[in-house]
């Protein structure tokens, strides 16, 4: 009986492996019709990488060597010289500690008061809430240029002159960032506001417990776009301070550029390694940023 039983017993495997045989042939067919996807992607990404690559080269070489026949295409060994000079300039320590500490507080306060003014736009009834909606999407239209003149002549008014909270304040209400939030809220459910409500929980609690939660993909979003618009500022704090140890790294690498020489090995360097804390927050917020840029996507 035994011996019956395993001369008709099928090979291990031989029952799957039509089933398995068929699932590859799918896979390998679906990986060539996307095979030209695929192809595309990848040139772009290492066009993508390029001006970044060179960027690194030449912060590990001399500015003559940047202009000599053949380009270098390897690093170089000039790397600690050109820091020293780097920092001997612009005093580069200081400075980034300066953009870091701003762009921190900003992003803080900012983000606070979109976060605040989108959940009110969104869920609370008031008159006037569609006019206020449209004054806010209205400031996005004004060029910065307009606003310098008569911003500047308020900070002067007020003495804050080569200041860090001139440099703050007047764009803290981030209109992008309210309307950001506000499109969030928009999608999370009233009837869960109610019930708290109902349960008795304030508004501050049923702020903070119930919607805040459901809602951190989009501030991580929020946070690293706010974080990114502080640290990349120019123009603003460029007319605002006037102290070196104040300076920015956008202002300070700024000074490298003369009128008879430019350092561009510093300024490759510097811009270099400026680029290292937007990388650090994005890797930190990497998968709430991706979720809140693709939370608006699906419906339902």
């Known amino acids: ?154 900070m002067a008014s007020l003495g804050w002159i080569d200041t860090y909270q001139a440099v703050i304040l007047p764009f803290l209400a981030n209109a992008f960032g309210i309307f950001l939030m506000r499109q969030s809220f928009l999608d999370f459910p009233d009837s869960l506001i109610e019930s708290a409500r109902i349960d008795g929980a304030s508004e501050l609690r049923t702020f903070y417990r119930i919607v805040l939660p459901v809602a951190r993909p989009q501030i991580a979003a929020l946070i690293i776009y706010t974080f990114m618009t502080q640290w990349n500022a120019f123009i603003w704090p460029l007319l605002m301070l006037n102290t070196e140890d104040n300076y920015t790294v956008p202002v300070a690498l700024n000074t490298m550029i003369g009128l008879s020489r430019v350092d561009y090995s510093g300024l490759m360097l510097g811009s270099l390694i400026a680029t290292l804390p937007l990388l650090i927050l994005f890797v930190i917020f990497q998968r709430q940023f991706i979720a809140g840029l693709l939370g608006g996507a699906v419906k339902g």
């Open 1 to 154: 009986m035994t011996r019956t039983l395993e001369r008709h017993r099928p090979p291990v495997g031989e029952s799957a492996s039509p089933a398995g045989r068929s699932r590859a042939d799918a896979r390998l067919a679906a990986g060539i019709r996307h095979l030209p996807a695929y192809v595309i992607l990848l040139v772009g990404s290492i066009i993508s990488l390029i001006p970044f690559l060179w960027m690194v080269i030449a912060s590990t070489h001399e500015t003559s060597a940047l202009f000599g026949t053949p380009l270098p295409i390897l690093p170089g060994g000039e790397l600690l010289a050109n820091l020293a000079r780097l920092q001997e300039e612009t005093n580069f320590a200081r400075v980034m500690a300066n953009s870091l500490g701003l762009a921190i507080v900003y992003t803080a306060f900012s983000s606070a008061i979109s976060v605040m003014a989108g959940y009110g736009l969104a869920k609370f009834r008031f008159r006037g809430r569609g006019i206020v909606l449209a004054l806010i999407l209205i400031t996005m239209m004004i060029p910065m240029q307009v606003l310098l003149v008569p911003l500047f002549q308020i």
